[in-house]
């Protein structure tokens, strides 16, 4: 089944933003929001991957953001030209997400490797972001907030 992306050009960077489906355990499919910021100027691509309170998966993207990484770059890979050895990637948790309902937005940099067909990491490459350092990324990055996102992907969570 083909996703949805929705692609948003702006001045300094395009925006992708599309629902993302793994198999990650036996009639178990996970789901995310992924936004790929692509800057206009050249320099690495973002991937965000929102951690969705609707993800059946009770250790959610965490356990499994190789997996999930994967399948988002797969979705995207049609629409734009991004190198997957030179991408940046951040795990994001907040109110909408099964994480934290309650507490403030946190991003976590996930460092992953790629084969040429998939990509590889573990937890020892997740680094939690503090509160000043996520706010100052989702503004420079242009992030649109998750529930309106998945407003416009059609997407109830």
Request: net charge negative; with cysteine.
């Amino acid at each position: 089944m083909a996703k949805e992306v929705l692609v948003d050009e702006r001045s300094q960077a395009k925006l992708f933003t599309t629902l993302v489906t793994w198999h990650h355990a036996p009639g178990v499919d996970g789901h995310c929001l992924s936004q790929l910021i692509v800057p206009a100027e050249p320099g690495p691509a973002v991937m965000v991957l929102s951690e969705l309170a609707s993800d059946p998966d009770p250790h959610g993207i965490t356990g499994h953001f190789d997996v999930a990484a994967t399948a988002a770059f797969n979705v995207v890979q049609p629409y734009t030209t991004i190198n997957p050895y030179n991408t940046h990637w951040f795990a994001h948790h907040g109110p909408f997400s099964s994480y934290d309902p309650t507490g403030a937005a946190t991003l976590t940099r996930v460092t992953l490797s790629y084969d040429g067909e998939r990509y590889h990491g573990d937890l020892a490459g997740h680094h939690l972001l503090s509160g000043r350092e996520t706010e100052q990324l989702i503004t420079s990055w242009g992030l649109e907030s998750v529930p309106r996102a998945l407003a416009r992907l059609g997407h109830r969570d």
